[in-house]
Nanobody, 124 residues
Framework: VQLVESGGGLVQAGDSLRLSCAHSGRPGSRYPVGWFRQAPGKDREFVGSISWNGGNTYYSDSVKGRFTISRDDAMNTVYLQMNSLKPEDADVYYC??????????????????WGQGTQVTVSS
């Protein structure tokens, strides 16, 4: 399984940005996908995740109500819509697939495959 993030960039506080996570694997396979972010020198932080069929989404308290995760399985893409961005949202954002593991969705170690990350910068 390969994952490629895109859509990062520089925005101002209050702006919106949509990240994409294009994933490839066995045709027809679907699996939970999580979004994490990481600042230099800090641990990778859970942002949100979406279930294999898109029926359930989960968010950290810090982004709940501002960020929305969705998936388009026809396009093999998962999206992270980020609204009302704050300077503290600035990080490298990663998507990850939970293909074999089925443990706690909030923990990075629960994911099998990762993208390379995309930088989000928010100016105040």
């Amino acid at each position: 399984v390969q994952l490629v993030e895109s859509g990062g960039g520089l925005v101002q506080a209050g702006d919106s940005l949509r990240l994409s996570c294009a994933h490839s694997g066995r045709p027809g396979s679907r699996y939970p996908v999580g979004w994490f972010r990481q600042a230099p020198g800090k641990d990778r932080e859970f942002v949100g995740s979406i279930s294999w069929n898109g029926g359930n989404t989960y968010y950290s308290d810090s982004v709940k109500g501002r960020f929305t995760i969705s998936r388009d399985d026809a396009m093999n893409t998962v999206y992270l819509q980020m609204n009302s961005l704050k300077p503290e949202d600035a990080d490298v954002y990663y998507c990850a697939a939970q293909v074999f593991k089925s443990a706690d969705r909030y923990l990075p170690n629960s994911y099998d495959y990762w993208g390379q990350g995309t930088q989000v910068t928010v100016s105040s």
